[in-house]
Nanobody
Framework: QVQLVESGGGLVQAGGSLRLSCFAS????????KGWFRQAPGKEREFVAA????????YYADSVKGRFTISGDNAKNTVYLQMNSLKPEDTAVYYC?????????????????WGQGTQVTVSS
C-alpha cells in the first residue's frame, strides 16, 4: 500500500499562488493514477484534479480549470498541485489520493489511498 503525505498548504491572499506536494512512500507512485480532492467546512469532499497513471493527460473540476495544474515527478515519487489565481472559495483541506484505475477518477470511492490533508486558506 502506498502511503501519501501532503505538504505546502498555508494562508494566501486572493489572487496568489500555492503549490501543494504529495510524497508517496512504499510502492512507486508511477504505478497509480493520482488525484486531488478538497473539503471545505460543512461541505462534502469534492474532486479537484486527476492524472492518468502515465502522466500524459489530466482533467479538472470546472471550478479550478485554467487555474490549477496537477503534475508528477516519478523520480521524486511526488505529485503536485499548482494553484494560481486563488479565490476565497478555494479555502479547504486538500487531499491527495492514489488509485489503481489507470486513468484516475472523479469519484472519491475509486481511490483507496489517501493522505492526511493540508489546509489551504485564501483570504479576501
Amino acid at each position: 500500500q502506498v502511503q501519501l503525505v501532503e505538504s505546502g498548504g498555508g494562508l494566501v491572499q486572493a489572487g496568489g499562488s500555492l503549490r501543494l506536494s504529495c510524497f508517496a512512500s512504499g510502492p512507486t507512485i508511477a504505478t497509480y493514477a493520482k488525484g486531488w480532492f478538497r473539503q471545505a467546512p460543512g461541505k462534502e469532499r469534492e474532486f479537484v484534479a486527476a492524472m492518468h497513471r502515465s502522466g500524459y493527460f489530466s482533467y479538472y473540476a470546472d471550478s479550478v480549470k485554467g487555474r490549477f495544474t496537477i503534475s508528477g515527478d516519478n523520480a521524486k515519487n511526488t505529485v503536485y498541485l499548482q494553484m494560481n489565481s486563488l479565490k476565497p472559495e478555494d479555502t479547504a483541506v486538500y487531499y491527495c489520493a492514489a488509485t489503481t484505475k489507470i486513468d484516475g477518477s472523479r469519484i472519491m470511492n475509486d481511490y483507496h489511498n489517501w493522505g492526511q490533508g493540508t489546509q489551504v486558506t485564501v483570504s479576501s
